[in-house]
């Protein structure tokens, strides 16, 4: 039996930038960046990444390991001053973490930081699932990728482009847009954010059911479908004996004939369903 490859690679900087790597020496300190190579190349693996400041980038290409470029914001911005103190002339501050490790195919890419911002920009096998999560002052950016998607931020736009398979995207404040050129069957989906816009492109051959809702916003869709609401849902709680009747209006429709759920819910901010 093969042994599973396992590699981790840890990132630094205190003031002057110092590295500590045990990766590969592909990596350069004057391009902040590195490689990363899979336990089985040519084969579907998956991409965890996470980080709480800052944004991340995901491109898909023919390359078989994986290219991971960072940058720290507020550590160039720093860096751009030229104060003096007791004599002594600034050169660095700040600090930034990065962690990076390996197991067979699965990629894990992440910093722990919440004051020091980080932006990623990671390359990878187009054949790749994706998970991948940021919270504060940051987008997310997929480009190119076949695969199942879960993509999460908070306060920042989701954007993916030229996706094949399938995509369950959240954040609290901004857009959602998602254009694919092939959906995967049988795949329920989701879509929500509460300030901001959800805007997705399906093939026109897309066979789903939609089940729709923004609160202060428009549904738009040039698909043939025949939306109905929901209406009131009828509910009893046997153990108290209390009935209930809940207003909860969506909006629902199938399209070419009707397939997998597919939700979308916003609050400010109109829905946008194109056909391709």
């Not at 996706?163 to 959602?176: E, L, Q, W």
């Not at 004939?257 to 946008?272: A, L, P, R």
């Amino acid at each position: 039996m093969k042994k599973q490859l396992i590699i981790a690679i840890t990132l630094v900087s205190f003031g002057l930038l110092l590295i500590t790597t045990s990766i590969t020496s592909a990596q350069t300190q004057a391009s902040n960046e590195f490689t990363v190579p899979l336990g089985e190349p040519g084969k579907k693996g998956k991409l965890k990444a996470q980080i709480n400041f800052g944004s991340i980038t995901v491109k898909g290409t023919a390359r078989k390991d994986i290219l991971v470029k960072y940058t720290a914001p507020n550590n160039e911005d720093q860096d751009k001053k030229t104060s003096t103190k007791d004599g002594m002339r600034r050169i660095g501050g700040g600090g930034m973490d990065l962690e990076v490790s390996v197991s067979g195919n699965t990629v894990k890419v992440g910093s722990d930081s919440w004051n020091n911002k980080l932006n990623l920009e990671i390359e990878i096998p187009s054949n790749m699932d994706l998970e991948v999560k940021t919270y504060n002052d940051g987008d997310l950016m997929v480009t190119n990728v076949q695969g199942e998607l879960e993509l999460t931020n908070y306060n920042g736009e989701i954007t993916a482009l030229n996706i094949s398979g399938s995509v369950v995207a959240t954040t609290y404040n901004g857009d959602v847009k998602v254009t694919f050129d092939k959906v995967t069957d049988a795949t329920p989906m989701s879509y929500s954010t509460y300030n901001g816009n959800i805007d997705l492109t399906f093939p026109a051959t897309l066979k789903a059911t939609l089940k729709m809702k923004t609160e202060q916003g428009d549904i738009y869709s040039n698909f043939e479908v025949d939306f109905k609401s929901t209406g009131p849902v009828q509910k009893s709680d046997t153990k108290s004996g209390v009935y209930k009747v809940v207003v909860d209006e969506w909006k629902r429709g199938d399209v070419n004939g009707g397939g997998s759920e597919i939700t979308m819910k916003n609050y400010n901010g109109d829905i946008y369903v194109r056909r391709k």
